[in-house]
Nanobody
Framework: QVQLAESGGGLVQPGGSLRLSCAAS????????MQWYRQAPGKQRELVAS?????TTFAVDSVKGRFLISRDSNTAYLQMNSLKPEDTGVYYC????????????????WGQGTQVTVSS
């Protein structure tokens, strides 16, 4: 099983920065991809950014040039700059993990979420 521990959320003024962290622990062979999602009040959860085990990254258009996802082994980071009120929401970490070397079966795991509020 995989546990995801998120940290780094908080209250920040528009234009400010925050850095989210997501550390994976537990018994697994490898983590294929780590992603950040967010859910604003009254809206569906949406993908924000993604990073593979090989370092390939992706970010949605609304955060390109402002957010940067990175990964160090089994910890993913989301550096968020030039934050806007519309970035407010609960940010969730997601990981797709292979639990055993003997199988390519991948299991999905979610963190508990961390609140990001952008307001003056």
């Amino acid at each position: 099983q995989v546990q995801l521990a998120e940290s780094g959320g908080g209250l920040v003024q528009p234009g400010g920065s925050l850095r989210l962290s997501c550390a994976a622990s537990g018994r697994f062979f490898s983590i294929n991809v780590m992603q950040w999602y967010r859910q604003a009040p009254g809206k569906q959860r949406e993908l924000v950014a993604s990073v593979t085990s090989g370092g390939t990254t992706f970010a949605v258009d609304s955060v390109k040039g402002r957010f940067l996802i990175s990964r160090d082994s089994n910890t993913a980071y989301l550096q968020m700059n030039s934050l806007k009120p519309e970035d407010t929401g609960v940010y969730y970490c997601f990981a797709a993990a292979r639990l055993q070397e003997s199988t390519f079966l991948v299991h999905d795991y979610w963190g508990q979420g961390t609140q990001v509020t952008v307001s003056s």
